[in-house]
């Protein structure tokens, strides 16, 4: 079964970190492009970052994030993590990974019709 689980959520203080992680099962991440979203109360769901499939070799930032936010994959453990510093209280929202639509995913955009996880929340408060 092709699957992909979040994990790593919680609260944290503005300026802050939290290490976000994405397991994979059914497929191999190497092969395909993954992304981290997010969607924030009252707002639809927005691309945060992506990394391609292995063999083209990039990784993609919403303006929102960069320079924060650190994506990278482990091909041993077969998941894909989000490293984000400096955590703002706009931060706040359930965070998703996914395949995207392209191995190069420069658009930030998900695979169409993919069965969406429950995600991990994070919340940035004082």
């Known amino acids: 079964q092709v699957q992909l689980v979040e994990s790593g959520g919680g609260l944290v203080q503005p300026g802050g970190s939290l290490r976000l992680s994405c397991a994979a099962s059914g497929f191999t991440v190497d092969d395909y492009g993954i992304g981290w979203f997010r969607r924030a109360p009252g707002k639809q769901r927005e691309g945060v970052s992506a990394?391609?499939?292995?063999?083209?070799?990039?990784?993609y930032y919403a303006d929102s994030v960069k320079g924060r936010f650190t994506i990278s994959r482990d091909n041993v453990k077969n998941a894909v993590y989000l490293q984000m510093n400096s955590l703002k209280p706009e931060d706040t929202a359930v965070y998703f990974c996914a395949p995207t639509d392209e191995k190069d995913p420069h658009d930030l955009a998900p695979l169409g019709g993919w069965d969406w996880g429950q995600g991990t929340q994070v919340t940035v408060s004082s």
């Open positions: 990394i391609s499939s292995a063999d083209v070799g990039r990784t």
